[in-house]
């Protein structure tokens, strides 16, 4: 039998890599003699960077160069392959970051750590992500702009979110709130025919089916993804490739920043490493970081501009006193896995597949063409339906059509479980299929923090994210398996053979209490405090008087001149829902401020 699940193992890894048409490597990056000067110096090719380096490289007259830490997009067979995303995870792509031992939550994880994929890659992070595009709440930009970051609002952000978007999904083409001629596609895929049953379940609770993306965020919603005929669309592939003959933009991959240089309180170029040489580069105009959450921020310290008693704990010269690493936000998300009694959900054998990946690698279709994760809703804790109530989501379901709770799958989703933990999660056979349900916390009031674990760039920094440690995130948590419970009590999911009240081996963690009690709940989601890869808000921006902030609404960081922050770090709070669409947003209007002067 151990041979069997190995041989099957193997096949379904080697399938993913056999079924990769592998076009040659980007050849049209920059050459090995780049300049050592620039007008605009970007450090980092993620969601944010690759929109930045595109539009300002529009004007003739600006020479850009984009660094970046990682590799080509295409060496990798998985990241073009949206059914692969999960594989990317721990791969050569990945920073592969974890957080230190948190007290009050991932309780079910190895040292209580939360492991954090991170794209160390040509795209960033969205080349590693699961491609959901998800614009916020407008109460979000709003919100931003009544604490202090003007030009923020949902009116000013909203022509960034459209100037973007591709929009490929008829229905809502003709909408107001939708763009339809920016590089970035964006659909509506599915691949299991459990999608339809989770919107009709929504409406069984009185819940409209939207546009997530559109006039209200309230309802249940396909999801839309970056994604277009069968392949991901990151921000590097849709913003920079089109323009690699650009003789005024020069991409250098395989560079790592190691600090901005600064003199006389003015940023004057970086300092990289490249091909095992030290090399510095420098800005006629500006450096801009877009390194995203935990990088940015690193960065920073190490140059000097951060908090002062630990950048002085660490003997590094103060040039900018300022709260860099505080204010970390991010979502955390619970899952919860129910049986069925019906065959749909996408299964280890359908991903093994011959035929599924020939039919991927020949036609771009069958069950590798999307992920998993194939509906989501946006509700209030008390699940009230009031359209345009001047409030914000506060919870996010993530619905994912997989079986995938069986021995042969427990390292498919590498979320750093204790192995113990696996031996009781990891027991299911395929006589049964299950879906899973995760409700994501979207508004955490428990704030973390990003700080130098050395003076070495290449020392990983200290991640804190300080889960669950505010108790209105825990009863938040509780809500939302709450809002499970009504969800599959509902006769759609009755109707397939959901019993809310049989536990699922996830359950098995917490069986001292009393099941489905609050206390049991309690239990369950300081167990499976998942992150959702959202981190935010680390160079959080504001007003000129703010303390919490490090750049301005401008993204210029304070107290430094020709040095700004363009990815999700300076974003004010988290917002409601994934961070990709926002990030490059922030890159959109970060443009055109640059632009304008």
């Known amino acids: 039998m151990e041979k069997l699940v190995t041989v099957i193992g193997v096949g ?87 957080t230190v031992p948190q007290k009050h939550a991932c309780y079910a994880m190895k040292e209580q750590r939360s492991y954090w994929p991170r794209g160390r890659v040509l795209g960033g992070s969205s080349s590693l992500n699961w491609m959901v595009y998800v614009r916020g709440n407008r109460h979000d930009y709003d919100g931003w702009a009544a604490e202090g970051c003007d030009g923020w609002s949902y009116k000013d952000v909203l022509p960034y979110f459209i100037k973007s978007e591709n929009l490929l999904i008829d229905e809502f083409k003709s909408s107001k709130y939708r763009g339809n001629g920016g590089p970035l596609p964006v659909t509506r895929p599915n691949i299991t025919p459990i999608h339809k049953m989770y919107l009709d379940a929504g409406k069984d609770l009185g819940f409209d089916v939207i546009d997530c993306n559109g006039e209200d965020q309230i309802g249940f919603c396909w999801m839309q993804a970056t994604i277009k005929q069968g392949e991901r669309w990151s921000a590097y592939r849709s913003f920079i490739k089109p323009h690699l003959d650009r003789s005024n933009l020069h991409v250098v991959p395989n560079t790592f920043t190691t600090k901005v240089i600064i003199k006389d309180k003015k940023a004057i170029g970086v300092e990289c490493i490249r091909n095992g040489k030290k090399v510095k580069i420098f800005a006629r105009k500006e450096v801009i970081l877009s390194a995203g959450a935990v990088n940015s921020p690193q960065i920073l310290m190490l140059s000097g501009i951060g908090p002062r008693k630990h950048l002085e704990e660490l003997g590094i010269r103060v040039l900018a006193d300022l709260p860099v690493g505080e204010n970390l936000q991010d979502h955390v998300m619970i899952p919860s896995l129910y049986r069925i009694n019906t065959t749909g959900p996408l299964t280890v054998a359908m991903m093994a597949s011959t035929w599924n990946s020939k039919q991927y690698e020949y036609f771009r279709s069958g069950p590798w063409t999307a992920t998993a994760l194939e509906g989501m809703a946006f509700v209030y804790k008390d699940l009230s339906k009031k359209k345009d109530s001047g409030k914000n989501s506060d919870i996010q379901l993530h619905t994912f059509s997989a079986h995938m709770a069986i021995p042969i799958a427990r390292d498919f989703f590498p979320v750093h479980y204790k192995e113990a933990v696996k031996d009781t999660l990891f027991t299911e056979t395929d006589a049964i299929e299950t879906i899973m349900f995760s409700p994501t916390l979207l508004h955490p009031k428990s704030r973390g923090t990003i700080r130098l674990r050395t003076t070495d760039p290449f020392d990983y920094p200290d991640i804190d994210p300080h889960y669950l440690e505010d108790e209105e995130d825990v009863n938040m948590a509780i809500a ?97 829902g994934n961070t990709n669409a926002p990030s490059i947003m922030v890159g959109e209007k970060a443009a055109d401020m640059i632009r304008k002067g």
């Open 12 to 98: 379904l890894l080697a399938y993913v890599y056999l079924s990769y048409t592998k076009d040659s490597v980007d050849t049209a990056l920059s050459p090995s003699n780049i300049n050592t000067t620039y007008d605009y110096i970007i450090v980092g090719a993620g969601s944010s960077g690759s929109v930045l380096a595109s539009r300002l490289s529009e004007d003739p007259e600006n020479d850009v160069i984009l660094l970046e830490a990682g590799g080509s997009d295409e060496t990798n067979p998985n990241i073009y392959k949206p059914g692969g995303a999960p594989m990317l995870m721990k791969s050569a792509e990945d920073w592969e970051y974890y």
């Open 480 to 576: 939302g398996m709450r809002f499970i419970e009504e969800l599959v009590g509902t006769n759609t999911f009755k109707s397939i053979g959901i019993d809310v009240n049989s536990p699922s081996p996830f359950h098995k963690l917490c069986s001292k209490h009393e099941f489905r009690s609050d206390k049991f709940w309690e239990c369950y989601v300081r167990h499976f405090t998942l992150t959702v890869y959202h981190p935010t808000t680390t160079c959080r921006m504001g007003g000129k008087d703010d303390p919490t902030a490090v750049v301005d609404p401008q993204l210029r960081v304070k107290g430094i001149s020709g040095l700004r922050v363009v990815d999700a770090s300076v974003m004010r709070n988290v917002p409601a």
